[in-house]
Nanobody, 121 residues
């Protein structure tokens, strides 16, 4: 059983910063990419950023220059540092990881339960 638990969401003023964390627990043999998504009220879930097992990163245009994704492989944790926050960043933020629980098992995409980020103007 693999579980992802996000934390760090909060209410912050525009221009402020937050650091989200997502820790994986359970039996995981290997983790490939880890990513952050977000879903604002009334909108579809959208991709924010991805980090590969080797540390390569990609960002949505809305996140470039303001957000930084990182990971700690030993702790099975992915982070999202968010700076210069805007009211339009308000959303529930979800993490996911692509991994396998055994050497020869297929990979699976695991999701966390989300953490609320609210940016006031």
């Amino acid at each position: 059983q693999v579980q992802l638990v996000e934390s760090g969401g909060d209410l912050v003023q525009a221009g402020g910063s937050l650091r989200l964390s997502c820790a994986a627990s359970g039996s995981i043999f290997s983790i490939n990419a880890m990513a952050w998504y977000r879903q604002a009220p009334g909108k579809q879930r959208e991709w924010v950023a991805t980090i590969s097992s080797g540390g390569s990163t990609n960002y949505a245009d809305s996140a470039k220059g303001r957000f930084t994704i990182s990971r700690d492989n030993a702790e099975k944790t992915v982070y999202l540092q968010m700076n210069s926050l805007k009211p339009e960043d308000t959303a529930v933020y979800y993490c996911n990881l692509d991994g396998r629980i055994k050497r020869y098992s297929p990979t699976y995409l695991y999701w966390g339960q989300g953490t609320q980020v609210t940016v006031s103007s």
